[in-house]
């Protein structure tokens, strides 16, 4: 049996898991590795909560940024975590913009709405980010990733507040004209219909015309993930499936 | 008496006989179908193209493109991976385009790269054989604002390893024109 069935939870089967993915069985065990690693992290229960989430996403495992990795602990455990919705308006705090993006990461990975992620949630969020995986996985994903506030549309002041954030987090500083600048140049492209916002077959337009856009959208790591997170022989059930 | 070099090794007669040099597969996912379609067809419109290529801009940043650099997006570490080097890098430069063309290829060519350049695109090719065939490099400017570029070094084809040393080399000679590096712009405050 191994440990696919913790105490608290029931994993998917991982065989299961890897025919509706792009993995093998192998590289779902080993996902499996990584994935309780980060669901213990915080409450053993075999889920990822956002508290957990948040950690593996923005903890600098270097040890140089050890002060770094405090200030984001204290945090995420001090503070509540306030909606995407919320941070995205206090835009300039770059640190607020991570946890943002952390929340939309996270809800998107929570297909199931229930708060937690769970081992096949999990899986078949990060197929998307599998080199195998399709464009049209890859584009909807992006696109609501980008939608922040989850209207159906990303909006000008969505895209403005994420580009400042961005460029505070680089140490460029741009005065407005040229931000405004490089919107309108952005939008000009984008925004066929001229809403001033850009729905989803718009952005599909755009990526298509634009195939580096969804480069964020592809980890070439996850071919790699077997030999990062060996799982020992015992727990494999690779043997028990023949060739 | 002194011990042979590699590229000594590979010169001997004795080395060549029945060799047959490796292939090596690309397994990166560098999408470089832009730059390559710029390179295809310059040998057929190099006639066409010339008055063109003068009056061009180079391509002004998607604001999109400027935020997917944003760390925060990049989902790797969630898989505490020892990153090693690289594929790819860029800085900041508030040079004119044209300016940083002509330094990277000033840069390259001593290095031992042959540069072939398409508007504001350059593909730098080693001369030399390396880990994994002749390193290849692809590099392209794009436009942040009137006064400002970015600059991305993208590994096409070769060692990693050996990318991430051309590029040591190369920013020694850039140090002039190079504004912010890809190191500046990720520290977090």
Redesign the interface.
């Known amino acids: 049996m191994g440990c696919f069935h913790s105490k608290v939870t029931r994993h998917e089967d991982p065989i299961e898991l890897a025919s509706q993915t792009a993995f093998t069985v192998s590289e779902v065990e080993a996902l499996f590795e990584l994935f309780k690693s980060i669901s213990s992290s915080v409450i053993d229960d075999g889920l990822i909560n956002k508290e957990e989430f948040q950690l593996a996403l923005f903890m600098n495992k270097k040890k140089e940024n050890i002060f770094a990795n405090r200030a984001v602990l204290f945090r995420i455990k001090v503070q509540p975590l306030p909606t995407a919705f919320n941070i995205v308006f206090y835009g300039h705090h770059i640190l607020a913009f991570k946890l943002a993006l952390g929340i939309a990461i996270f809800d998107l990975f929570d297909a199931k709405k229930k708060g937690v992620i769970d081992f096949g949630d999990f899986v078949r969020a990060l197929n998307i980010f599998h080199p195998n995986a399709s464009q049209e996985d890859k584009t909807d994903f992006a696109f609501k990733l980008y939608d922040m506030d989850g209207t159906g549309f990303i909006e000008r002041n969505e895209v403005k507040l994420m580009l400042i954030a961005l460029l505070r987090e680089s140490e460029m500083k741009l005065g407005d004209e040229i931000i405004e600048a490089i919107l309108d140049k952005t939008f000009l492209d984008a925004d066929i219909n001229q809403d001033g916002r850009i729905d989803i077959l718009e952005w599909q337009n755009l990526v298509a015309r634009n195939p580096s856009l969804l480069k964020i959208m592809t980890l070439p790591y996850l071919r790699d993930i077997t030999t990062a997170f060996p799982s020992f022989v015992f727990n494999s059930k690779v043997d028990e499936v023949a060739a | 008496m002194q011990r042979i070099t590699i590229p000594e090794i590979l010169q001997d007669e004795w080395f060549k006989k029945g060799y047959k040099p490796p292939v090596f597969e690309e397994?990166?996912?560098t999408?470089l179908?832009?730059v390559e379609a710029v390179f295809k067809d310059s040998e057929e419109h190099h006639v066409m193209e010339k008055r063109k290529e003068e009056e061009q801009q180079p391509t002004?940043?998607?604001?999109?493109?400027?935020?997917?650099?944003?760390?925060?997006?990049?989902?790797?570490?969630?898989?505490?991976?020892e990153q090693g080097f690289k594929r790819e890098t860029r800085f900041?430069s508030k040079c004119p385009a044209n300016e940083i063309i002509h330094k990277i290829e000033a840069a390259a060519k001593p290095l031992g790269f042959d540069v072939h350049k398409k508007n504001y695109k350059m593909r730098l090719e080693s001369s030399k054989a390396g880990r994994k065939g002749n390193l290849n490099v692809a590099t392209e400017i794009f436009q942040?604002?009137p006064s400002?570029h970015m600059v991305e070094l993208r590994k096409a084809k070769g060692d990693t390893l050996e990318f991430h040393k051309f590029y040591k080399n190369l920013s020694t000679c850039l140090e002039d024109v190079v504004w912010?590096t890809e190191e500046?712009?990720?520290?977090?405050?």
Do not use: C
Not at chain 2, 60 to 81: C, P, Q, R, V, Y
Not at chain 2, 184 to 189: R, T
């Open positions: 397994k990166d996912d999408n179908d832009d002004t940043m998607n604001a999109f493109e400027l935020i997917s650099m944003s760390k925060g997006l990049n989902l790797e570490n969630l898989f505490d991976a900041t942040m604002a400002l912010k500046d712009m990720k520290e977090v405050k």
